[in-house]
C-alpha cells in the first residue's frame, strides 16, 4: 500500500471504504505500520490500542458489506490527544501521579467520534498539565517535530500535529487554551481550529469525571485538510445530554462562495509580540494573494480597545483557570489575601474562603473588561469578515527542558521572553472567538509557518472555509522529508 495513502484526508478515505476501494482493516494495519516503522524518531503515539482498533476496524467492514447507514468517518483511524478519555486508557495529562488514572468507559468525545464511524488507534503526547509549548513528561518522555526532530511539535497538543504530519494517523482532537490546537498546527505545517467558546463541550476531556467546563478553554479538531476540520468539528460540537433538552446548536455556513467575497483585515505583527520577519512577510504574502483574488484587503483595521489591556485580561483569566486547583498556599494572589485575615480566623479553611472570595470578585471585574473587548470584535465583525494574523512569533523552536523562568525565545537574533508568543492565541482566547491554523509552506530553515484566519462568534464554518480556498492558492500541507 502506497503511503501517499497515509496522506489523505479523512473525508477521501472515508469515501475509498464506503465505495470499498479500500477496506478499513487494509488502512488500519498500514498506519500501524508506520507508526511501528517511523515513531520511535518521533514519540507521538504513546499510548497504542492496536488490537481494539482492528477489532473495530473489522466491525465497520462487516457494517459496508451489509450496506449499513455509515458515518461521517467510517472506517478512518484516527488518534486522539491522551487528555481525552478513552475506555481501558490512561489519561495522565502528562503528570506522573495520575499514570494509573484509567477509564473504564469512553469520554463524550471519543464516544461522538466512535458514533460518526471513527477507529482509534491510541493517544498522543502531551506536556506537563497541559502547560508548555513543548510535550514532553516522565510518563511518555519527549515527542519531536518529524521536519526537524531537534525541535518541539508544540504544545500541548504537541503529539496530535506530530502524529498528522508524520502520517500517523488520518484525524485528531486537541484542546485549546493557550494555543495549544493552533501553535502545534503551526509548529508542524498541519490544520488546527480553535472552536467558539462553549460549542464543542469539555466533557470526555479531563482528569476526572464531573469537571465543569473551564472558562478560555476549548476542545477541537486537527487535521491534514481543512474540508476535514468542518466534518470534525460537527461531530464534537452540539450540547450535552442535559443540555439537548432545551437547546440545539446551528452553525451558520461559510457565508461566501469565493476568496474575492471577503473583506480581509491583516495584522502581520505587534510590539506585543514581535514576530519575525519572515512570518510577518508570509501574512502580507497572504494579503498580496487576497488582494489579487479581488478581497477587500486592509492591514490597518483594527477593532476599538487598547492591545495591552485586552492582554492583561486574558493573563488575569488565563492565571485563574491555570491555578483553579492549586491549593491557597501555591497561589500568590491567596497568600497577599491569606495574610490580611491572619489576625480574624486564621484557620486554613477559612483563609481558603475568604481568598477564594476575593478572587471570584477579581474574576467578575476581569470578566466585565473581556466583555468590552468582546463587544469591540463584534463591531469589528459587522465591517471585516475575517482577521488573518500570526499564531506564533517564530517557526518551532528548539528543545529545551531548562525550568521555564531561564527559558526565552529569539526573534531575529533577539531574546525575547519564552511566553510572549502567546498574545497572539490569547487576542483570539479570552474572547471566545474561532480560528483557524493553516500552513503556507516552509520558512527559509525548512520549518512551517502557520496563520491564523479568525472569524466572528459561531462564524466557525466561516474560518475553516477561508483556510480551505487559501490552501488550493497557496498550497495545503505536503508531508515532511523522510516520512
Sequence with gaps: MSDEL?????TELAKKISDKQISSV???QHFIERIERLDDAVNAVVVRTFDRALDDAAASDAAVAKGEALGPLHGVPMTIKESYVMQDTPSTWGIPAYKDNVSATDGLAVQRFRQAGAVFLGKTNVPIDLADFQSYNDIYGTTNNPWNLEHVPGGSSGGSAASLAAGFAA??????????IRTPAHFCGVFGHKPTWGIVPQQGHELFPGVPDSDLSVCGPMARDAADLATALDVMAGPTEREAIGWQLDL??????NLSDLRVAVWSSDEM????AETAGRVSNVADRLAALGATVSDTARPDFDVRSAHMTYQSLLTAVMSSAQPAERVPEMQGFAAAFAD?????EAVNARAAVMLHRDWIR?????ERVRRAWDEFFKEWDVLICPQFTVPAIQHDHRPMSERSIEVDGDVRPYFEPIFWAGLIIASYLPSTVFPTGVSSSGLPIGLQAVSGPYRDHQSIEVARLLSQEIGGFTPPPGF
Excluded at 484525524?171 to 495549544?180: F, K, P, V
Design 252 to 257: 451558520p455556513n461559510p457565508g461566501f462562495s
Design 273 to 276: 509580540a514581535p514576530v519575525s
Design 26 to 28: 487494509e488502512l488500519t
Design 366 to 370: 476581569h470578566n466585565f473588561r473581556r
Design 344 to 348: 480574624d480566623d486564621s484557620s486554613s
Design 6 to 10: 497515509a496522506f489523505s484526508s479523512a
Design 171 to 180: 484525524l485528531e482532537a486537541g484542546s485549546d487554551i493557550g494555543g495549544s
